[in-house]
């Protein structure tokens, strides 16, 4: 994970996917990633790279994910 962003970001990319598994048992990536970014909107972080956090912090954890930007 690049270290650019900032410790508040990543902090809470870990607890938005992790409570996302707990509450669904998946990882929605572009839903999550929305969210994410309208919370840290200031920091001006691609939605695509957003996306590619999300996707990685699923992978390492090993959880299922969908791609559905509908289900928001």
Do not use: K
Not at 20 to 47: K, Q
Not at 50 to 64: D, K, Q, S, Y
């Amino acid at each position: 994970m690049d270290a650019s962003y900032s410790s508040q970001l990543r902090n809470d990319l870990w607890s938005t996917v992790l409570s996302s598994v707990t509450s669904a048992g998946i990882v929605n990536i572009p839903v999550l990633a929305a969210s994410l970014r309208n919370r840290y909107e200031a920091e001006n972080v691609a939605m695509e790279d957003v996306e590619r956090l999300v996707l990685e912090v699923a992978n390492r954890l090993g959880v299922a994910i969908e791609f559905d930007a509908r289900a928001a």
